[in-house]
């Protein structure tokens, strides 16, 4: 249960930071792809017998390149590229697990996460990669923000657009693989995502919206496994549930206090 | 000698491949101000990208401030037309304004007192220092627009890129336009303006009349003759007391 917790803080730190940037860019469609992305290789893996990470990148970069490939050489917007190669990743997936007969139990870790089935050795690449994704976003916060804020300042501000874009690609990517162990690829889109959607009606400084995100990403995780435990449910399911409740219940707050005080 | 500040020779400007304006040539020397001027979709937008490095030059040869475009950040301040207004973080326009100092300080450099100074000169000049702490998307479009000019002087930049610097504005635009065009004067920075407006133009240096081809260029009372002006927005107009009087 220690471990279960710790892993899931680490998500949630992950998260919230990641998670910031790609609510404030405005990639949350690409987050949900990626997310999905990573079927096909972590099955691959699964497969053939090599760790799931390797799998998850590989898939990960495909995909990045793929929708970098289309929105460069056609005049397809990228929530199409994005589109095409969400469902196309997802249902190799499915073809490739499709090949196995013995394969449902290890596909539904995949999915929805092992909680409760994290090792050490999970738990110290888990640390190190959130440890280089703080680092990350710490060294690069300003090109970041700019970016976020508007790409044509950030390029004339002399930052490359294409490439903090693709960084960001990058973190986002990284956050999935280290966190799908945890709470499964269909389920950490919603750790990147409610916490800091929640965080932006509270914040007017990014690092105060991480540290926000990361602390509602945490308390879903204290809370989800609690509620897992006693009501013998998915733990990966609780977890994202209390994030997205924990979103609706900051929301609705905000606009009431909006109301009243005008947000000045 | 002054150095020039542009110059460019035989250049075509665009998006994608498609050519928007072709066969510029001119030199703008340091400390000038230079107006463009046309019609929408003229190519005044798509001049102001290309200087900034945003946009590349489909032909010819581009030097600004000595070097190729978009590779002097920190002497080159833009001010685009579309504002991100929409941003999710309710940044406060303070902050937007700091955002303007960053790339003097790098990547991880704090930002100094002297920024800060800077930050709250720029938006007292603009008269945008008694919303500064609010957040930009509580601001009313012009608010927003004095933030972000607030933020292209903050930058401190030796060329300065404005395109329609006082649309939109709540407050005085002529009065505000003038009272920009004095201080780049006073400061010795260059400045290129896009702007609809005959009058703001008129206080430039330099203008040049564009419709998808250069019309002219040279001093405003040169450039602005009935001939011009009725090639460029197909009116019959004078150019008299600094503004337009049209005929019919």
């Known amino acids: ?264 | 000698m002054v150095d020039n500040a542009i110059t460019l020779k035989e250049v075509s400007i665009g998006y994608e491949g498609t050519s928007v304006v072709s066969g510029i040539t001119l030199t703008l020397p340091q400390g000038a101000s230079l107006a463009l001027v046309g019609s929408n979709g003229s190519g005044k937008s798509t001049f102001l990208k290309t200087m900034a490095g945003l946009l590349p030059a489909l032909k010819g040869s581009v030097d600004v401030l000595g070097d190729k475009p978009g590779l002097q950040p920190l002497r080159i301040s833009y001010h685009g037309q579309s504002h991100p207004n929409s941003f999710l973080l309710p940044l406060r326009s303070i902050d937007v304004v700091r955002m303007a100092r960053f790339p003097a300080r790098g990547l991880l450099r704090r930002l100094t007192k002297e920024d800060e100074h800077i930050v709250k000169e720029s938006l007292s000049y603009m008269n945008a220092l008694e919303f500064s702490e609010k957040p930009v998307n509580a601001l009313s479009g012009g608010q927003i627009q004095r933030v972000f000019l607030a933020h292209t002087l903050a930058r401190k930049a030796d060329l300065l890129l404005l395109d329609e610097p006082t649309a939109g504005l709540d407050v005085n635009g002529a009065e505000l336009f003038e009272k920009l065009i004095y201080r780049f004067k006073t400061e010795g920075k260059t400045l290129l303006v896009a702007t609809h407006s005959i009058k703001e133009a008129s206080q430039c240096d330099y203008v040049l009349l564009l419709d998808s081809r250069v019309i002219a260029f040279g001093a405003p009372d040169r450039v602005f003759t009935p001939e011009n002006l009725l090639e460029t927005f197909g009116l019959v107009a004078r150019f008299s007391a600094n503004d337009l009087l049209i005929m019919g």
């Open chain 1, 1 to 264: 249960m220690l471990n279960a917790m710790a892993a899931g803080t680490l998500v949630a730190i992950a998260c919230g930071i990641v998670g910031t940037f790609m609510v404030l860019r405005g990639l949350a469609f690409l987050g949900d792809a990626l997310a999905h992305g990573v079927l096909p290789g972590v099955a691959s893996a699964l497969l053939w017998g090599f760790p799931g990470f390797v799998g998850a990148s590989i898939s990960s970069l495909a995909m990045i390149a793929g929708i970098g490939w289309i929105t460069k050489k056609s005049r397809l917007s990228a929530d199409t590229a994005i589109g095409l190669l969400f469902v196309g990743m997802l249902a190799l997936g499915v073809v490739i697990v499709s090949r196995s007969q013995s394969f449902s139990g290890d596909l539904v870790k995949v999915l929805f996460g092992q909680f409760l089935g994290i090792s050490l050795f999970d738990l110290t690449i888990q640390g190190s990669v959130t440890l280089v994704l703080g680092l990350m976003a710490f060294v690069f916060r300003r090109p970041f923000l700019l970016l976020c804020f508007s790409e044509e300042q950030a390029q004339v501000s002399g930052y490359s657009a294409k490439f903090y874009h693709f960084l960001l690609l990058v973190m986002i990517a990284m956050t999935v693989i280290v966190s799908f162990q945890t709470v499964g690829s269909l389920l950490v889109f919603g750790m990147l995502l409610a916490p800091a959607a929640a965080s932006s009606f509270l914040s007017r400084k990014l690092g105060t919206m991480m540290i926000l995100a990361s602390g509602f990403g945490s308390f879903s995780v204290y809370a989800g496994l609690l509620l897992s435990y006693h009501f013998n449910l998915s733990a990966g399911g609780c977890v994202v549930l209390v994030a997205v409740g924990i979103f609706f219940m900051v929301f609705m707050l905000s606009q009431r206090f909006r109301k009243e005080h005008c947000y000045g």
